[in-house]
Structure formats: C-alpha cells, structure tokens
C-alpha cells in the first residue's frame, strides 16, 4: 500500500481517529462521530456511513492505513512529496 492508496481509501484520519479514541476512553459505551454539514444542515454519522455497523473495522481499516503512512513520513529514505 502506498500514499496513493491510501488517499483513496482514506480521505481524513481526523474522524476516525476522534472515533477510535473516543472508543478507547470508554470502552462499553456507544460512541459514534459525525460531521455537520453546513450546505444540508445535517449529521453525517461516522458508523455505517464508511464502516457499516463493525466498529472493529475502524481499527482494521483507519489505525492501519495511519501506520503505513507514519512509516513513509518517519522513513528518511522516502523523498517528502507534497499532497493536493
């Protein structure tokens, strides 16, 4: 997997991480993420919008695409390429 990858599975790491550490702090609880959308005024919830109802698939998913790219920035043998 590389950055390209990655970008396409995961555009933001900020609402899954939010999630997922939310999760961690209290763990038993429901815990779900959103984001308000100011053009429909609307919630847009994290859990079954990206990740169905399997909470684990966070971790799966989101926690392991983070690695792959905290490798490539702490790896001094891969240039920095810039982002859009």
């Known amino acids: ?3 390209e ?3 396409e599975a995961v555009r933001s790491f900020q ?3 939010y999630f997922h550490y939310l999760h961690t702090a209290y ?4 815990i ?10 609307q919630i847009h919830r994290f859990i079954g ?3 169905g109802s399997d909470r684990g698939r966070v971790d799966e998913v ?6 792959v790219v905290m490798k490539e920035i ?9 982002g859009e």
């Open 62 to 67: 989101f926690l392991n695409a983070l690695n």
């Open 49 to 51: 919008r990206r990740t």
């Open 32 to 41: 779900d993420a959103g984001l308000y959308s100011l053009r429909d005024a």
């Open 1 to 3: 997997a590389d950055r």
């Open 74 to 82: 702490l790896d001094p043998s891969i240039p920095f390429v810039e």
């Open 15 to 17: 609402l899954p991480l």
């Open 27 to 30: 763990p038993g609880q429901e």
């Open 5 to 7: 990858g990655m970008a």
